[in-house]
């Protein structure tokens, strides 16, 4: 048994938004996008180093990327790397994680978080951390809730019960990607925070949560306790992810639960969602140009130009594109055009599975 938490790392998506660069064989996590020399799943292992013990990560992802998550992460052993045999969205992900930690450490508490983000102030996060963990030893299951410093329509929103003399705030309502018009409205109400994908709770909460409010999804994998990290696990997983809907943890548990607090953190968070969050990080130009290429541009401004090699790049009259080659495709579009991207993903589909 830990006093520490465990670290629960998502990292089964495809990072469709950031394709061509992130394809479906390495996707986003798995790419050194920051350019630091560390992929961002490498960097968030590091981010939680301080916190848990080697042993109490886990990482589960899409069984494609298993030999993947064991080349980067060579620190965790085979049953510390949970492999999903089918999507089925971040309820079902994070119920099998749980009930297999939970079947080894009944009073282990967790902390989720995806492998894509980004936090520029480390000591920060951790004292966030550490007050969230302190908080959910008595019942409660905590989200991250990110102060916002702009408008931003590409994330969901939370809505807490502001209280005298406390850090840790009852969850009202949760709003999902709201328009532009709608989120001027949320900023300056002055309780609305955005919402972080990250939360900590006792697995042992979670669980009660499940068997509550998605009591289906709570029996199948109730049944799998005899198989978790042993022979007859891959064989059970297999069975029950064919009976799971795809339903989301914010949809699944945290916007129905009355056990749903929200503590704030000013980090320097990024969701890292799309070529546009990538583009606010980046150093740029005169002309606030992102150039990642042999490039000379020409009336551009307010662009991101990212092509690898020796390729000579000569642009003319852009505004607000991105402009990226990654092997086999080249791709120019807007630079916002992110609600496009499954329609890109999908056509190149048609072109050849080589492309996505």
Partial sequence: MHNKPYILIMAGGIGSRFWPYSRRKRPKQFLDILGTGRTLLQMTFDRFAELAEPDQFVVITYRKYLSIVKEQLPELKDHQILTEPLRKNTATCIAYATYSIYSKDPD??????????????????????????????????????????????????????????????????????????????????????????????????????FEEHMPDLAEVFEEGKEFYGKAGEAEFVSAAYTQMKSISIDYGIMEKSSQVYVILGDFGWSDLGSWSSLYDLKDKDKENNVVEANAVLYETKNSYIKVKGDKLVVVQGLENYLVNETDNVLLICKLDAEKKFREFVSNAKKKGEEFI
Avoid: C
């Fill in 108 to 209: 282990a508490t967790i902390i989720v978080t995806p492998a894509d983000h980004l936090v520029l102030h480390e000591k920060k996060f951790e004292r966030t951390l550490q007050k969230a963990v302190e908080a959910a030893n008595d019942g409660k299951l905590i989200t991250l809730g990110i102060k916002p410093n702009r408008p931003e329509i590409a994330y969901g929103y939370i809505q807490y019960i502001e209280k005298p003399n406390t850090h840790v705030y009852r969850v009202k309502t949760f709003i999902e990607k709201p328009n532009s018009k709608l989120v001027k409205t949320l900023i300056e109400s002055g309780d609305f925070v955005w919402n972080s994908g990250m939360f900590i709770w006792k697995a042992k909460s979670l669980i009660e949560a």
